[in-house]
């Protein structure tokens, strides 16, 4: 529900909570709306193949298509509202599987599941009642706070390269109140928002409800909003137990804020999240602390650009970190990921770092190359998400015509720690090694070109559909440099997409 699931998330709820009294009122008397929504789109990727490891190997997952089929919508009577969201299908419908790690990663694609209705789920259902006082959300929803680092609830983000998947659900009950909008009805102390709230995670990078992991969390937020401006702090705890017994106990905080200009306006565009991550788990351990290690990691997404008020033009630079694992036998988890929907370029986190770390992954749980599997072994592959990296990405967007969106961005991207891969890393004595087998590879992973275009034309009231399509070359840097001083070549992807929304 990429419209209304941004109505579930915090950082919308925190918003639109009621200022006054008679807010509350005109709210009431307000006539009952209906909103139907519905989302049935293909996506079509085709990815040249890039050598995993020192012998060559591929993932085979040159072309894939996959199906998605959402429907549902939102009523409003008074201060009362509710929203349901289905996915009728979803997977991969054509194409070819990719095997690599596929016991050690949830996103290995080894059959044609997109027409299969076992699939089948109920997304999201939820309501929302607004008082005087208050506002009140219980219900399946989804989640996303800030730029959607840290959480996302798979919304696709217009002019931006790649797109989003399934996105974050939870099953909650928040609570948001502006504590002093009776005293500064007019002010911006009249606009804090407090918001606090808890349940459980429905689904997310870390916890899949309905495969027996069972996280329980607990969610508080002060924020402060007005149109074009935004700027607030974010404090989640989660205590979870996963299906194979292991634990994760954490606590994130994640400050967020934003600047910028009006629908058509110009004016300089700002935003930055920063996320902090503490707490332990016993995912991993080691010989020296066998009940787990802790965790202490860091990441951060800024932005700095301006918008023009002629022909949608905006042009933007963003800069990311993700903290890595520096000592891997230390006794502490440092490495950062983003939320695997927070694309960042089209090839290299999204295929060839996905297809290298899962690569590392099977290679690490070889019986015949390392005996018994080391503990978080299945903590390796990357999914995709961005981890250990820093990169700047400077990203350019223009809307010539209504319905047409041209996009391009360069991505430029380290390792945060010195690259390496954890099977060759271990043959050579822990000294951090590259997947080729290079020692001192260093941290310069390479540069990206992308460019796309999207078509959104209206069919009838509401009806419309889309049509898109980017590209994405890789040139590899230092770090996938072999033993013989060559590199892997260019690497290519393409992805289109059409889709029927309401």
């Not at 999201?124 to 006082?133: G, I, K, M, R």
């Not at 002010?187 to 990078?205: H, L, N, Q, T």
């Not at 329980?216 to 996963?242: H, M, N, T």
Request: with cysteine.
């Amino acid at each position: 529900m990429r419209h209304l699931t941004c109505l579930s998330a915090l950082t919308v709820m925190l918003c639109s909570v009621s200022a006054t009294a008679a807010e509350a009122e005109k709210a009431k008397e307000s006539a009952f709306e209906l909103t139907p929504f519905l989302e049935w789109r293909y996506i079509a990727s085709h990815a040249q193949d890039f050598p995993l490891n020192a012998a060559g190997e591929v993932s085979g997952l040159n072309w894939y298509v996959d199906q998605r089929l959402d429907f549902g919508g939102e009523v409003k009577l008074g201060d009362l509202a509710a929203g349901t969201e289905i996915e009728l299908f979803y997977g991969q419908v054509a194409g070819e599987f990719d095997h690599v790690g596929a016991d050690l990663r949830p996103d290995a694609r080894e059959t044609l599941r997109g027409w299969d209705l076992k699939n089948a789920e109920l997304r999201q259902l939820w309501v929302d009642w607004t008082t005087p006082w208050f506002k009140l959300k219980a219900g399946q929803m989804g989640s996303h706070w800030g730029l959607g680092m840290l959480a996302r609830d798979g919304r696709t983000e217009l002019g931006r390269i790649n797109l989003p998947d399934q996105g974050d659900l939870s099953d909650r009950i928040l609570i948001a109140t502006r504590p002093l909008a009776s005293l500064w009805p007019d002010s911006w102390p009249g606009r804090i928002a407090v918001a606090v709230g808890g349940g459980v995670v429905y689904r997310d990078e870390n916890c899949e409800l309905r495969a027996g992991d069972l996280g329980g969390e607990v969610i508080g937020s002060i924020f402060y909003s007005q149109p074009g401006a935004a700027l607030g702090v974010y404090a989640a705890g989660r205590i979870q137990k996963d299906d194979p017994g292991t634990r994760l106990d954490v606590v994130a905080i994640d400050l967020f804020g934003n600047l910028e200009p009006l629908p058509g306006k110009a004016g300089p565009v700002l935003a930055a999240e920063l996320a902090l991550i503490t707490g332990s788990t016993n995912r991993l351990i080691t010989a020296e602390q066998p009940d787990g290690v802790d965790v202490l990691a860091f990441g951060a997404v800024g932005r700095a650009g301006w918008q023009f008020a002629r022909l949608g033009l905006r042009a933007e630079l963003e800069l990311g970190y993700a903290s890595g694992d520096p000592e891997p036998g230390h006794g502490r988890m440092s490495t950062f990921s983003f939320d695997p929907d927070y694309k960042v370029g089209l090839v290299l986190f999204d295929t060839v770092l996905r297809g290298v770390s899962a690569m590392g992954a099977q290679e690490a749980a070889d019986p015949e190359r390392v005996g018994e599997p080391l503990p978080g072994t299945d903590q390796i592959a990357s999914r995709g998400r961005v981890q250990n990296a820093v990169y700047a990405f400077p990203q350019v967007r223009i809307q010539p015509v209504e319905q047409l969106t041209l996009m391009t961005g360069l991505v430029w991207a380290w390792s945060a720690v010195e690259f390496s891969q954890s099977y060759q890393t271990f043959m050579h004595g822990g000294v951090a090694t590259n997947p080729y087998g290079l020692t001192g590879a260093g941290r310069e992973l390479g540069v990206e070109l992308d460019v796309g275009m999207d078509w959104k034309q209206p069919i009838w009231s509401g009806l419309y559909a889309i049509g898109g399509i980017q590209t994405g070359w890789f040139f590899p840097g230092k770090a996938f440099e072999r033993p013989d001083g060559s590199r892997p070549p260019i690497t290519a992807r393409v992805l289109a997409r059409v889709a029927l929304g309401w």
